[in-house]
């Protein structure tokens, strides 16, 4: 029996399916390697999917947190001004430095023509309020500080009256006086609140029942 090593029909008819081998084997490669891309290409586009998922979610956990942060800022911010207005409530009045520099000044305006046309002034706390009474003797030492005006002011700690805040007002109260409104603008400039709220005369000490004068009454806080 001839070697088929020895034929050449033999040879190659192998040589040819060898070549076909070859290149059914390269286009068995190709089609893998393309079906390996387009897998890589799935799996990646699934991942960047996920990620963007992931990255969407913390966004809006960020978000979230955010509003939560922001929303306690103003629960606390409430609450702080909350205790600060409670507190503000309870604490008693007090003429700052500031307000006690403005009125002083307003009143050496005030005062030369207070002194020319003979008005004077009366302070009047609330009876039996400490509060009340404190307060006003810090106007009553602010007013007389101007040395000048001091004889024409008056302190009358037994007033009776009911109301809360600060009232200035001239007696009679069937007149004008256009320093009445000077007082008041000097309170008002100093940032303290006040009422023109007329008192009658009966309300206030005997002693300090006077005409042409302007009072400064000061009531509960």
């Given at each position: 029996?001839e070697?088929?090593?020895?034929?050449?029909?033999?040879?190659?008819?192998?040589?040819?399916?060898?070549?076909?081998?070859?290149?059914?084997?390269?286009?068995?490669?190709?089609?893998?390697?393309?079906?390996?891309?387009?897998?890589?290409?799935?799996?990646?586009?699934?991942?960047?999917k996920?990620?963007?998922?992931?990255?969407?979610?913390?966004?809006?956990?960020?978000?979230?947190?955010?509003?939560?942060?922001?929303?306690?800022?103003?629960?606390?911010?409430?609450a702080?001004?909350?205790?600060?207005?409670?507190?503000?409530?309870?604490?008693?009045r007090?003429?700052?430095?500031?307000?006690?520099?403005?009125?002083?000044?307003?009143?050496?305006?005030?005062?030369?023509?207070?002194i020319?046309?003979?008005?004077?002034?009366?302070?009047?706390?609330?009876?039996?309020d400490?509060?009340?009474?404190?307060?006003?003797?810090?106007?009553?030492?602010?007013?007389?500080?101007?040395?000048?005006?001091?004889?024409?002011?008056?302190?009358?700690?037994?007033?009776?009256?009911?109301?809360?805040?600060?009232?200035?007002?001239?007696?009679?109260?069937?007149?004008?006086?256009?320093?009445?409104?000077?007082?008041?603008?000097?309170?008002a400039?100093?940032?303290?609140?006040?009422i023109?709220?007329e008192?009658?005369?009966?309300?206030?000490?005997?002693?300090?029942?006077?005409?042409?004068?302007?009072?400064?009454?000061?009531?509960?806080?």
């Open positions: 029996m070697s088929f090593w020895n034929s050449f029909d033999t040879v190659n008819i192998i040589r040819l399916i060898a070549q076909w081998a070859v290149a059914i084997c390269g286009i068995i490669a190709l089609v893998f390697t393309m079906r390996m891309t387009v897998l890589k290409n799935k799996s990646d586009a699934e991942k960047l996920a990620d963007s998922t992931e990255r969407s979610q913390m966004m809006e956990q960020l978000d979230s947190a955010h509003s939560e942060a922001s929303a306690a800022k103003r629960e606390v911010k409430i702080k001004e909350e205790i600060a207005a409670a507190k503000e409530k309870f604490l008693p007090k003429i700052t430095m500031e307000q006690h520099q403005i009125i002083h000044d307003e009143f050496s305006k005030i005062s030369e023509l207070a020319k046309s003979q008005t004077y002034f009366v302070v009047a706390t609330k009876i039996m400490t509060e009340s009474s404190d307060y006003g003797k810090q106007i009553f030492e602010t007013i007389t500080s101007y040395k000048e005006l001091s004889p024409g002011v008056a302190f009358d700690p037994a007033h009776l009256n009911v109301f809360h805040g600060v009232s200035i007002f001239f007696n009679p109260i069937d007149k004008e006086s256009p320093i009445v409104q000077m007082v008041q603008n000097a309170f400039k100093a940032g303290i609140q006040f023109k709220k008192f009658a005369m009966e309300t206030f000490s005997p002693n300090f029942r006077r005409s042409n004068t302007i009072f400064i009454v000061i009531g509960s806080k």
